[in-house]
């Protein structure tokens, strides 16, 4: 009788732990950023009524953000497909292709999004990018200390 109640102990034991595992959400490299975007992987998201999109594709190798402004580094792959982009419906394949042939002459493009009004500028060269946060006045900067090459 009590190997029985041991064997239903660690049965349910075993089940519970189960359960706990497939409820952990897949999403752990998920670091919210502010208003709706998300660092996801090495990519930068929106996750909105829409889902999670994404809106500076990989490879993220650095960012910073405040309550206004996100900037980041990307040295571009392009690894997933086209329809997880953020972009409006009305942006048409040739465009998406001609971004991605601007980013892969880049080699390292550069990007803000405004999190106020949700808008996109990039890719830059670097220059263009220091001049940009010059002018829309962003203080924050991104340390080359964190920058990884995912």
């Known amino acids: 009788m009590r190997k029985i109640v041991l064997l239903v102990i660690?049965?349910?034991l075993l089940l519970g732990g189960l359960l706990l595992y497939m409820a952990i959400p897949d999403d752990l490299d998920v670091l919210h950023l502010s208003s709706n975007y998300v660092f996801n992987e090495s990519e930068i998201c929106i996750n909105d009524s829409n889902g999670l999109r994404i809106v500076i594709p990989d490879n993220v190798i650095n960012y910073m953000y405040d309550?206004?402004?996100i900037i980041a580094k990307q040295i571009p792959l392009f690894?997933?497909?086209d329809y997880y982009?953020?972009?409006d419906s009305s942006s048409s394949k040739d465009s998406l292709n001609a971004l991605k042939r601007?980013?892969?002459d880049m080699k390292e493009c550069y990007w803000i999004i405004s999190t106020?009004?949700?808008k996109i500028i990039g890719p830059l060269t670097e220059s263009d990018f220091d001049a940009k946060c010059k002018e829309m006045k962003i203080t924050i900067k991104m340390d080359k200390r964190y920058e990884s090459q995912n």
Request: glycine share 0%; proline share 0%; hydrophobic share 45%.
């Open 10 to 12: 660690v049965f349910f």
């Open 67 to 69: 309550d206004d402004y």
């Open 79 to 81: 690894m997933r497909a």
């Open 85 to 87: 982009w953020a972009f």
């Open 102 to 104: 601007k980013c892969y």
């Open 116 to 118: 106020c009004d949700n």
